[in-house]
């Protein structure tokens, strides 16, 4: 899984687990800061988000452009210091909350705008690595590690919010509550509540900007491993480095199967990212979240999770391993983590109440411990030639999100709509259902989100590599504001039409991509 991978593909997934780490920090706590520092309400808080991550998504499109010209690694460094300034501008208070909501503004957007030059410009300089024959044929297992790498980031994200912000309002003498439930709990100490709870989610801003200089760090200590894959095709000519060259139709059909499939996963990123949504309402509303008992509280354990995660590593270590010493450490490692894991368990309370933010981190989480898995299916498959290509892979990943769903459609059966519903809860549910189909989505996105963008690496025409990895962001930020639509239908609509809504999405989508199979795979051939 590891071996054979150039050096380079290692520095630059590192920096970017630092960048991603602190991006999903922040995101965990960001309308509920909102909420707490402005008293929006969700429709207020949930157009700024949407906003917001539109932007973050569609910006690599302009920051590709902009690399097209004057080099990835340029606009790599510009993006980490812009982004620095927007979590500054979050994190550090302002006299007034006039002042407060335009610093808001201001650093999103600039958080935005340097995600744009930083986030799909890195992705070029990994595909880069993989245009050496000598590693071509690793770019798919190399995208998943990459993909790997910004999980890790992802799945501690929460755990790191809630072990900022709890201590801090402590410590001012308060004890969180759901924001919904602040001004009846705390009544008339609601105003210093609130402005308590804000100041510590400030807390996560600073994480983000920290994050963020460590992925400097790395970037720039481990350079000289990726240096020669910094090169654009106007810096290529100039240096009179070999370009693959491309006719008028080769590059027409190329940037036409790319539009094809941006087409197709925006379909994907707006069912997907229900997980913000639909799916953390669902969790909200239907599901058991106090007085989890039994090996179901392990799910709810950051360290159990981590710990099991890093063991599936270790124990393909012990079957890929060439020698007997170390397949006896990866063997010993492995125990160990078991060990830890089920340690971390024992010395939780019999009866665990979580919350909503916890199912925040199954995503993130089944990424990292399924990645071994994927990488060596697929391995196994190319040896014996049978490898499915990348576009059916993603048709694949887009019948499976509409299987995903249909795990939670079975669980909705019997359920009051919450257009019935209204402000009450109905917390009947086993969280086993909901976590189902985060795993069932996860199987879903490696199959699809880094499968497509080794493919955009792939096929993308030299002189459009950052205005096509743009593009992919851009479908992603499509996606990201369709999301919208499920959450607007919340109260509409009966909860089993709303599921069912998605999954026709879905399989429409992987049909769709089954169909023009043929024609993006001889786009891959030309």
Same mark, same amino acid.
């Given at each position: 899984?590891?071996?054979?991978?150039?050096?380079?593909?290692?520095?630059?997934?590192?920096?970017?687990?630092?960048?991603?780490?602190?991006?999903?920090?922040?995101?965990?706590i960001f309308t509920l800061y909102m909420r707490a520092k402005f008293g929006w309400d969700e429709n207020a808080a949930g157009q700024v988000y949407a906003i917001f991550l539109a932007g973050v998504y569609f910006m690599p499109l302009i920051g590709g452009m902009i690399a097209d010209r004057i080099g990835y690694g340029k606009c790599v460094t510009i993006g980490a210091f812009v982004m620095i300034a927007g979590y500054l501008s979050l994190a550090v208070?302002?006299?007034?909350?006039?002042?407060?909501?335009?610093?808001?503004?201001?650093?999103?957007?600039?958080?935005?705008?340097?995600?744009?030059?930083?986030?799909?410009?890195?992705?070029?300089?990994?595909?880069?690595?993989?245009?050496?024959?000598?590693?071509?044929?690793?770019?798919?297992?190399?995208?998943?590690?990459?993909?790997?790498?910004?999980?890790?980031?992802?799945?501690?994200?929460?755990?790191?919010?809630?072990?900022?912000?709890?201590?801090?309002?402590e410590g001012a003498g308060f004890h969180f509550v759901p924001i919904d439930n602040a001004v009846v709990a705390y009544a008339s100490q609601s105003g210093e509540y609130l402005q308590s709870l804000a100041a510590g989610y400030r807390l996560c801003f600073y994480v983000a900007c920290a994050s963020l200089v460590l992925s400097l760090i790395i970037y720039f200590a481990c350079r000289s491993w990726f240096k020669h894959a910094?090169?654009?095709?106007?810096?290529?000519?100039?240096?009179?480095?070999?370009?693959?060259?491309?006719?008028?139709?080769?590059?027409?059909?190329?940037i036409v199967a790319l539009l094809l499939v941006f087409a197709v996963v925006i379909f994907f990123w707006m069912a997907f990212h229900q997980n913000g949504s639909a799916l953390t309402f669902f969790a909200d509303k239907y599901t058991k979240l106090n007085g989890i008992t039994g090996l179901s509280r392990m799910w709810f354990n950051i360290w159990s999770l981590a710990l099991i995660?890093?063991?599936?590593?270790?124990?393909?270590?012990?079957?890929?391993?060439d020698t007997r010493k170390a397949r006896t450490i990866a063997g010993i490692a492995t125990l160990a983590l078991w060990g830890g894991a089920i340690a971390f368990y024992?010395?939780?309370?019999?009866?665990?109440?979580?919350?909503?933010?916890?199912?925040?981190?199954? $995503?993130?989480?089944?990424?990292?411990? =399924?990645?071994? %898995?994927?990488?060596?299916?697929?391995?196994? *498959?190319? !040896? @014996?030639?049978?490898?499915p290509s990348a576009p059916v892979k993603i048709g694949l990943g887009m019948l499976l999100a509409g299987?995903?769903?249909?795990?939670?459609?079975?669980?909705?059966?019997?359920?009051?709509?919450?257009?019935?519903?209204?402000?009450?809860?109905?917390?009947?549910?086993?969280?086993?259902?909901?976590?189902?189909?985060?795993?069932?989505?996860?199987?879903?996105e490696l199959l699809l989100s880094p499968m497509g963008i080794s493919f955009v690496s792939k096929v993308a025409p030299p002189q459009y590599k950052g205005l096509m990895m743009g593009g992919w962001f851009a479908a992603t930020a499509i996606g990201n504001y369709l999301s919208r639509i499920p959450s607007?239908?919340?109260?509409?609509?009966?909860?089993?039409? $709303?599921?069912?809504?998605?999954?026709? =999405?879905?399989? %429409?989508?992987?049909?769709?991509?089954?169909? *023009?199979? !043929? @024609?993006?795979?001889?786009?891959t051939q030309d």
């Open positions: 899984m590891f071996k054979g991978q150039p050096k380079g593909l290692y520095a630059l997934a590192l920096a970017n687990t630092g960048e991603r780490f602190g991006y999903y920090t922040m995101l965990a208070p302002m006299a007034t909350q006039a002042v407060d909501k335009w610093t808001l503004f201001g650093g999103l957007a600039m958080i935005a705008v340097g995600t744009g030059l930083f986030k799909g410009n890195l992705q070029v300089l990994v595909g880069n690595l993989y245009d050496d024959p000598k590693y071509a044929d690793k770019r798919d297992a190399a995208f998943s590690l990459f993909y790997m790498a910004i999980n890790i980031g992802a799945m501690f994200a929460p755990a790191m919010a809630k072990a900022l912000y709890n201590p801090y309002i910094d090169v654009n095709t106007k810096q290529a000519k100039k240096q009179d480095v070999q370009v693959q060259e491309l006719t008028p139709e080769q590059t027409r059909a190329r995660a890093v063991s599936i590593y270790t124990l393909f270590a012990i079957f890929q391993s024992l010395h939780m309370p019999q009866s665990f109440n979580a919350v909503t933010s916890d199912f925040q981190q199954f $995503n993130p989480f089944f990424v990292v411990a =399924l990645t071994p %898995i994927s990488v060596a299916v697929f391995g196994a *498959l190319g !040896r @014996k030639g049978k490898e299987v995903g769903f249909a795990v939670i459609t079975v669980a909705s059966t019997g359920l009051i709509s919450p257009k019935d519903l209204g402000d009450s809860a109905q917390s009947v549910l086993n969280p086993n259902w909901l976590i189902g189909t985060y795993f069932t989505l996860t199987v879903a607007a239908l919340w109260n509409k609509i009966p909860l089993m039409a $709303n599921w069912a809504i998605l999954i026709g =999405l879905c399989v %429409i989508a992987g049909l769709i991509m089954f169909i *023009l199979r !043929r @024609k993006l795979e001889a786009a």
